[in-house]
């Protein structure tokens, strides 16, 4: 199994990356999960 690159050194980043490529659609333009500057992650349902 090939290593995965993922292009932040933080956990959450690279957690909330994984979760939107199986879940989202359109990565460029997120719909269920969405960052919220300063404060963090939302999930919007």
Not at 28 to 34: G, K, S
């Amino acid at each position: 199994m090939p290593k995965k690159h993922y292009p932040s050194t933080r956990t959450v980043d690279n957690f909330i990356l994984t979760l939107r490529q199986k879940i989202e659609i359109d990565l460029a333009n997120p719909r269920h999960i969405l960052t919220v500057r300063c404060q963090g992650y939302r999930l919007q349902i």
